[in-house]
DNA sequence: AGGAACAGGTAGACAATCTACACCCAAGGC
DNA sequence: GCCTTGGGTGTAGATTGTCTACCTGTTCCT
């Protein structure tokens, strides 16, 4: 196991599978890049989340594959070229079913953990 | 991706990582055998959890090795032989270091979604 | 005799993630 | 002109936990 590792780092393999949920969830925010999505997470998560570019894109290329997601190449702010992701009406389903799941998981732990 | 299967089934694979947590937690409430665990997280979880035995018996053994966990076969109620496993002190460090692992990761994940 | 429930186990596939790279471009300093 | 820093995308390969699908044996009840 990763988890035996000396530094523990708040990596999400702890929680694998909601990346996409994550992912998604950002891009609710409005359309975003790749290095965007990271930098996003990490803030708004107090600095825990670190999301790597070897797990980031490969999962926007899942995703992208399922329909969940739509790219484009655009300029950013400071004029590099980027590949914008916007979420599909698809996405928007697959993040609401997430997200249940994600809470029915959460209480499922949390009633074995306080008990 | 496993989540593209038609019937979701609450199977702990969305949280992987988290196994050990749960059978360490229920080892805190008295020794156990693994058929015994399997039961007492799908009752306590309301029928949520339900933990594969080609997942859970991996997991003892490689808990063993690590000597969070000792094990012991025993006779159960049924009057069956059973493997039963009570939890060591370096289990119960595990088991705090898991436990403040998966806050901190739950209310970053949460940070992200109720933003 | 047969079946259901109890109990432990493994082999092999699967798939998300991580580590460690590579590549390109823009802007600013010197 | 050159170099460094930061922005930005990407892949190859290894790791590893979990799942699926099996197998074996026992006890108890009818």
New binding site residues.
């Given amino acids: 196991?990763?988890?035996?590792?000396e530094v523990y780092?708040n990596?999400?393999?702890l929680?694998?599978?909601?990346?996409?949920m994550l992912v998604l969830k950002t891009l609710q925010w409005g359309p975003q890049?790749?290095?965007?999505?990271?930098?996003a997470l990490r803030t708004r998560s107090g600095e825990v989340l670190?999301?790597?570019?070897?797990?980031?894109?490969?999962?926007?290329?899942?995703m992208e594959r399922h329909k969940w997601i739509a790219?484009e190449w655009k300029v950013?702010?400071?004029?590099?070229?980027?590949?914008?992701y916007r979420i599909t009406a698809e996405g928007r389903r697959q993040l609401a079913n997430d997200r249940s799941r994600w809470d029915t998981m959460v209480a499922a732990i949390a009633s074995i953990l306080e008990a």
């Fill in positions: 196991m990763k988890r035996e590792r780092r990596r999400i393999e929680l694998q599978g909601t990346l996409d890049h790749g290095y965007g999505i990271t930098q670190q999301v790597e570019t070897g797990s980031l894109y490969p999962a926007l290329h899942r790219a950013t702010e400071q004029n590099q070229r980027a590949r914008f």
